[in-house]
């Protein structure tokens, strides 16, 4: 059974940083691009960040564009978003997600306020 | 970036009738390959979205006989037949023939 289990979510104060993982297993994670979209209260589904299989190639949307950073460890099959300079804006619930938006985890809570 | 345009439903649907949710994008999204990268997704309360069609209109797995997606380069609806109280939620469509990936607003379904 494939499973995506996210982690790292809580409350920082904007301009900090935060680290998300996503823990995988059931699948052979190594030959699946990944990715995060995330959902803020009351809001739709916004795409975030894609890996490739290797993690040699990334894309992200503009507005997280050198702030966050998407990476993986193929080894540990585990999927990561180092995210930083925070800003309110980033408050929502982050999935992980296959690259073929098939499998998603449960989701990780982030809040950005002072 | 590609804007994806979502319909409105005429809430509620009486349980065992069909329901069409309409989907459009800025550009098409045919691809070289003559494939058509529209996903539809549904997230039901509470849930993470769940993958339900993908290259327009294939079924991911798992997923009922009773969602079947159609359409164009531009247009696409996804039709659910004989709505069940399980299928209430909010139906997305997303865009995958480039980056950035894109969203619709989603499309709130409702049963009587």
């Known amino acids: 059974e494939v499973q995506l289990v996210e982690s790292g979510g809580v409350l920082v104060q904007p301009g900090r940083s935060m680290k998300l993982s996503c823990a995988a297993s059931?699948?052979?994670?190594?030959?699946?691009?990944m990715a995060w979209v995330r959902q803020a209260p009351t809001k739709g589904l916004e795409w975030v960040a894609t890996?490739?299989?290797?993690?040699?190639?990334?894309y992200y949307r503009d507005s997280v564009k050198g702030r966050f950073t998407i990476s993986r460890d193929n080894a540990k099959s585990t999927l990561y978003l180092q995210m930083d300079s925070l800003r309110s804006e980033d408050t929502a619930t982050y999935y992980c997600?296959?690259?073929?938006?098939?499998?998603w985890g449960q989701g990780v809570m982030v809040t950005v306020s002072s | 970036d590609i804007v994806m345009t979502q319909g409105v439903l005429p809430n509620p649907v009486p349980s065992g009738e069909s329901a069409s949710i309409t989907c459009r994008s800025s550009?098409?999204?045919?691809?070289?390959?003559?494939?058509?990268?529209l996903n539809w997704f549904l997230q039901r309360p509470g849930q993470s979205p769940q993958l339900l069609t993908y290259?327009?209109?294939t079924r991911a797995s798992g997923v009922s006989d009773r969602f079947s997606g159609s359409g164009s380069g531009t247009y696409f609806t996804l039709k659910i037949s004989r709505v069940r109280a399980e299928d209430a939620g909010v139906y997305y469509c997303?865009?995958?023939?480039?980056?950035?990936?894109?969203f619709g607003a989603g499309t709130k379904l409702e049963l009587k």
């Open positions: 997600t296959t690259g073929g938006f098939d499998y």
């Open positions: 059931g699948f052979t994670f190594s030959s699946f691009p």
């Open positions: 890996i490739s299989t290797s993690g040699g190639s990334t």
């Open positions: 550009k098409s999204l045919v691809y070289k390959d003559g494939k058509t990268y």
């Open positions: 290259w327009m209109s």
């Open positions: 997303q865009q995958v023939r480039e980056y950035p990936r894109t």
